[in-house]
């Protein structure tokens, strides 16, 4: 175990919280069997051996959680050699490109290799014309674990990192994490798996928040942090890099299960190899966008966590020290959460249709025990979780997941199971949805139901007690209202058609709006494929029309031409109150874009966090403690902030402007002006600036304050602070735009 690394531990509220709860939780549990009802006992003991179950995983779970490792960054030995295995069955060609044009991009040397199980022709094309290695195979034996095998055989170097098809990674992933291997025992490095489609089934985000929060954050941002203090964290597949001597020792990645990242990582332990965990987001994939993959890939996992469970003897397994086994243990035992679920679910519904009671006891004897338990229970989850843990999200991807978790478990039962890629696709279909939320229906049904049932026999015929009887409605509700969430959510997740995922990024573009004029505008919304510009737009303008202009990308301009797909209008009041309306914003679609000009959007927008950093988002809330104390206010107004707001400039060093570049500069209401600029400024340096809007030219001056570097695979950009923004003028330019933009006009 790693005693001797640095980690972050509970503060002394957060402990004497924890303390209180397992004092008040082992008192509640001891009373719990006194109440039991002798004419149910069936159902007393399924409702005591759910609340079991949860206190023992709240135990691991504190024990994963206790203390966080903090990783130091060594840099990486010169000359090691590097292989980047990039395996990919049915990926479309667009996604892998991408992959391994990041893949290639990165900074320390390398070999990119694509290992194609789906045996496509384009594929080994796509690897020729990017200059990667190509390799497939004649058969898919042993699935994703067989094809990383089979590139073992047909590869040489020391270390390889290993990204899924669709995982991008950042240009410095390879400084950032082969520095751990100074250390020969350590056998491989996992960082977390992020993903850059925000508007997917596991993201909960808003436009008018910063706040992120994925379904996965709890796990890549604490657990993970948690299990590698016990020389217990996980290989996951992707996003690592592995010590071939290791593998070897082992006999290659482990076959046999469909979780051959899990079983892997697991027989590295076995023979005493360690493990690191660096919680630093450096590759970028695509999260299920639709409720059917996320749940198809979650039994994957959960059937393989089976399987290794079953074949390795997780609990009783003497080549693992006993915190690893209670480690591999708790990630395993996760998915018997799905049966402990039902019986919550059911509980209430049961109760107020039957009149059975799981317990008997007085009302204030019952709350005196049932709320200080579950109210420190819910508290004391988010004060370890440090902010990422988010209880009611949490309990509607619990009730997501349940019917699922309930079908992985019996793959104890099963030998061979199939290996499915996940499907990353929209998955929108009504069959899908419908199939894919029956179970969720069933639970929203029966306790829907159960209300007014339960409220028509109290009536009748006092079938409960009162006090039972106004629990179970508070906690039948609850389940409704959970479920409706929930249901509502996924409905709008698979109703969302967009192709192709746009990110929130600001960049300053040149759009030629025909008789000679053109105008600085800010694009947004960017994709290779298209992009959302506005500015000072033309006073009518037709979809299809056909434009000219530049992408002011941070390594060089883009040029390009796009047809108009979509007209965002918005509605102005004038002084006499009348209203009229004007085009806030363009939607377009680029047409006839080179392979080039493409390949820079590409490498400019995948591989990196710029979208986070750029509009200030954040997986992170404060905690309960936190806001009591009157700590970290500054999450708290990062919050309030939402998306930041963007608008096209022309930035300087002197006045009148010699030499300007373009930039973009944030506007609104916010206190504290930034500027995105590709030039690096200099602390203090003196600013002028030409901001383009909708209502015209304005110019400020200002100051450099502090600033950051965001790296992309395309040209690092500058994230500026600016201090002492002063207006110095503001005008309309003289020139009109021209009135309209007739459709399908190509303007040279």
């Given amino acids: ?31 719990r069997p006194t109440t039991f009802n002798p004419d149910a006992l069936f159902f007393s003991w399924a409702i005591y051996a759910a609340e079991l179950f949860g206190f023992m995983t709240a135990l691991l779970h504190l024990m994963m959680t206790w203390r966080l490792t903090e990783r130091p960054t060594p840099p990486p030995e010169k000359g090691l050699t590097v292989d980047i295995f990039i395996p990919t ?13 990041a893949a290639l991009a990165m900074d320390y040397p390398h070999k990119v290799w694509l290992l194609d199980d789906g045996r496509r022709p384009e594929m080994a094309e796509l690897a020729r014309t990017l200059g990667c290695h190509y390799l497939t195979r004649s058969d898919n034996h042993e699935a994703k674990a067989g094809n990383l095998n089979n590139a073992l ?14 995982h991008a990674p950042h240009r410095s992933f390879l400084q950032r994490t082969l520095g751990q291997f100074r250390d020969p025992q350590v056998a491989f490095v996992q960082t977390p798996q992020d993903f850059y489609n925000l508007d997917s089934f596991q993201h909960r985000a808003s436009r008018k928040s910063s706040f992120v929060w994925t379904e996965q954050a709890l796990f890549f941002r604490i657990i993970q942090r948690g299990k590698d203090y016990w020389n217990a964290a ?16 082992i006999g290659g990645f482990a076959t046999g299960t469909i979780t051959e990242d899990l079983h892997t990582s697991l027989r590295l332990h076995m023979e005493g190899y360690k493990s690191v965990y660096l919680p630093e ?16 890939q979650r039994l994957r996992w959960g059937q393989g966590a089976m399987q290794v469970w079953k074949r390795e003897g997780i609990l009783f397994n003497r080549r693992l020290s006993w915190i690893q086994r209670l480690n591999y243990f708790a990630s395993a035992v996760t998915y018997f959460e799905g049966w402990q679920k039902v019986v919550f679910y059911a509980a209430p519904v049961v109760v107020l249709t039957t009149g059975t009671m799981p317990l008997i ?9 049932f709320i200080p338990y579950y109210l ?17 999200l949490t309990e509607q991807y619990n009730l997501a997941r349940f019917a699922t978790f309930l079908s992985a478990t019996l793959g104890f039962f099963r030998d061979r199971l199939r290996f499915i890629v996940t499907d990353k696709g929209k998955g929108n279909e009504q069959g899908d949805y419908r199939r894919s939320t029956m ?11 159960a209300i007014p049932i339960g409220l028509l026999l109290f009536a009748l015929y006092h079938h409960v007690p009162l006090d039972g009887f106004v629990a179970n409605l508070i906690w039948a509700g609850f389940n409704v209202v959970l479920a409706f969430g929930l249901l509502s959510f996924t409905r709008r997740a698979s109703n969302h058609r967009r192709g192709e995922y746009r990110f929130r990024i600001p960049v300053p573009a040149h759009i030629e709006f025909g008789h000679g004029h053109s105008e600085g505008v800010t694009v947004d919304d960017l994709s290779a494929s298209g992009f959302r510009f506005y500015g000072r737009l033309p006073e009518l303008m037709a979809t299809d029309a056909l434009l000219t202009g530049t992408l002011q990308l941070p390594g060089g301009p883009v040029a390009f031409t796009a047809r108009v797909r979509s007209l965002h209008r918005a509605q102005l009041m004038d002084e006499q109150g009348q209203s009229s309306s004007y085009i806030k914003a363009v939607g377009c679609q680029f047409e006839g874009t080179s392979e080039i000009a493409k390949a820079r959007i590409e490498r400019f927008l995948y591989g990196s966090d710029l979208q986070w950093r750029v509009n200030a988002l954040s997986e992170r809330q404060r905690t309960p403690l936190e806001r009591l104390l009157g700590r970290n206010r500054q999450d708290a107004t990062l919050a309030k902030m939402g998306g930041r707001l963007w608008a096209a400039c022309m930035v300087s060093s002197h006045h009148p402007a010699q030499g300007a570049r373009p930039a973009v500069i944030s506007v609104g209401e916010e206190r504290q002006r930034w500027l995105l600029s590709s030039t690096q400024p200099q602390s203090g340096q003196a600013l002028h600036l030409e901001v383009y809007s909708r209502t015209g030219t304005t110019e400020l001056a200002a100051r450099v304050g502090s600033w950051e570097v965001v790296e992309t695979a395309d040209s690092p950009i500058y994230l500026i602070r600016l201090k002492a923004v002063v207006t110095a003028r503001k005008s309309c330019p003289s020139e009109a735009l021209p009135a309209t933009l007739a459709p399908a006009t190509h303007i040279a």
Wanted: aromatic share 14%.
């Fill in 1 to 31: 175990m790693n005693r001797s690394i640095a980690y972050q531990p509970l503060t002394v509220t957060q402990r004497i919280l924890v303390l209180l709860f397992l004092a008040i939780g082992g008192w509640y549990l001891a009373w």
């Fill in 89 to 101: 069955y049915n990926e479309p060609l667009e996604v892998v490109r991408r992959t391994l044009l």
């Fill in 153 to 166: 055989l047909h590869s040489s170097g020391e270390l390889i990192a290993i990204f899924d098809a669709d």
């Fill in 234 to 249: 996980f290989f996951c597949g992707s996003c690592a890099v592995i010590r071939r001597s290791a593998l070897e020792r």
């Fill in 281 to 296: 987001s450096l590759a970028f994939g695509i999260a299920p966008s639709a409720i059917a993959p996320f749940l198809h």
């Fill in 361 to 369: 006891t007085s009302g204030p004897e019952f709350l005196l025990h």
């Fill in 376 to 392: 420190l229970s819910f508290w004391v989850f988010e004060e370890v979780g440090r902010g990422y843990g988010h209880i009611i």
């Fill in 439 to 449: 179970p969720q229906f069933t639970v929203l049904f029966a306790n829907a139901m």
